[in-house]
């Protein structure tokens, strides 16, 4: 059964930081992951998702893939307030048909020094 | 923004009552997912649905847990008898068909069993 593990836990860090979350998962034969964010109270949203080696920016994220190593990984630059939230790995077996659910690791809760 | 639907927002049962919680999936989304969020964040995938039918649901879900997508009707969620390690916030999700396709979440219904 796929296990998705993330680290850290937590992270506190000051406005225009850059930082990174990591996701490790168990079975190599995954081939989606994303990133999904939850504010409080809210739904949760997608970010970046990745389905090949290396990596993919948006803006101030980018999400990095190493299928090799069972790790991808999400960067944030120039952190703002409004990143103060939950994240959330997620990895499906299958490429995202839509019918295939996601695994998701268990957060790591991430905001800024007030 | 998602336009994922989730009625009630909030639920209180006591043990052995039966709750039910209803989803409206995104127009043209086929595809409808049920997870559910415990208070430590971690997911747990219930069961999902094209159209009316079930593609994948887990065991728990196929004892105390019914789902139903029926057409031109809200899928729903019911829960036989409560339990109060059901307390959770339920996510539905919705998607399209086809590679990458992105799931989309209503904001939950959070059910609090006595």
């Known amino acids: 059964q796929q296990k998705v593990q993330q680290s850290p836990e937590s992270l506190i860090v000051p406005e225009g930081a850059m930082t990174s979350l990591n996701c490790t998962f168990s079975?190599?034969?995954?081939?989606?992951f994303a990133w999904y964010r939850q504010h409080s109270g809210k739904a949760p949203k997608a970010l970046m998702s990745i389905f090949s080696n290396g990596e993919k920016e948006e803006g101030r994220f980018t999400i990095h893939l190493n299928k090799a190593s069972l790790h991808f990984s999400l960067h944030i630059r120039d952190s703002q307030p409004s990143d103060s939230a939950l994240y959330l790995c997620a990895v499906s077996l299958l490429p995202g048909t839509g019918s295939n659910r996601l695994t998701f690791g268990k957060g790591t809760k991430f905001s800024l020094i007030p | 923004n998602s336009k994922v639907i989730q009625t009630p927002r909030y639920l209180v049962k006591g043990q052995g009552q039966k709750a039910k919680m209803r989803c409206i999936p995104e127009?043209?989304?086929?595809?409808v997912f049920w997870y559910q969020q415990n208070k430590n964040n971690e997911f747990k995938f219930l069961i999902n649905f094209q159209n009316q039918e079930v593609l994948q649901q887990i065991d728990m879900t196929e004892k105390r847990f019914s789902a139903e997508c029926p057409s031109n009707s809200p899928c729903s969620l019911e829960i036989q008898s409560s339990e109060a390690g059901d307390s959770a916030l339920y996510l539905c999700a919705s998607s399209r068909l086809g590679v990458y396709a992105e799931q989309f979440f209503g904001p939950g219904t959070r059910l609090t069993v006595l």
């Open positions: 079975d190599s034969a995954s081939q989606y």
């Open positions: 127009k043209g989304h086929p595809v």
